[in-house]
């Protein structure tokens, strides 16, 4: 199955996702943007199970976004930035989430996208996933997570630098 094909049944099978939209637009969208298709391909080849969650207002870019059960496997045990990665002296992890997504064009959910997507399904159940943060709580050293327990959404803090083996990120790509 391509990746086209992959989103379009994803697309089909959860509406709740993307109200009000129809596949054909977003079909030709990708079809005119192949870098977009890869970077969606990387999505799905790392476990993010990347789905089209709706479309900019604004902009008119449909928004696609990681929406695995779990924080995708293969995008876990990352320090939050490039700065939080240099700082770290003793065991430092392989890489980071921020510069993981922006070198891809991507960037982590706001703690408002994470949420308005969390009601409309459970994510995280078992694992989190670092958010974007605030430059004022960046500067301190801290970063922002999320993640669902007893069925209520969670926003925490942890050092930038810490990484853990159930923490990963979710990815948005504007197309």
């Known amino acids: 199955m391509t990746m086209l094909e992959t989103l379009e049944a994803r697309f089909a099978a959860h509406p ?103 009601r409309r399904m459970e994510f995280d159940l078992k694992s989190s996933s670092w958010i974007d943060t605030p430059p004022g709580l960046r500067k301190m050293g801290e970063a922002l997570f999320c993640e669902r327990r007893c069925g209520l959404v969670f926003t925490f803090h942890n050092g930038a630098d810490s990484y853990y083996s159930v923490r990963g990120w979710r990815g948005l790509l504007r197309v």
């Not at 391909?41 to 790392?46: D, L, S």
């Not at 207002?57 to 876990?76: K, N, T």
Request: aromatic share 6%; hydrophobic share 35%.
């Open 16 to 118: 709740a996702l993307h109200p009000g939209l129809e596949w054909a637009p977003v079909a030709r969208r990708l079809a005119e943007q192949p870098q977009a298709l890869a970077v969606l391909e990387w999505m799905e080849q790392t476990g993010g199970e990347p789905e089209l969650i709706g479309q900019d207002p604004d902009s008119g870019a449909y928004l696609f976004c990681d929406c695995a059960p779990e924080s995708p496997l293969g995008r876990r045990s990352l320090c939050y930035d490039g700065e939080a990665l240099r700082k770290r002296k003793k065991n430092p992890p392989s890489g980071s989430a921020l510069e993981q997504a922006q070198a891809l064009g991507l960037s982590l959910l706001s703690e408002e996208q994470y949420r308005s997507l969390q």
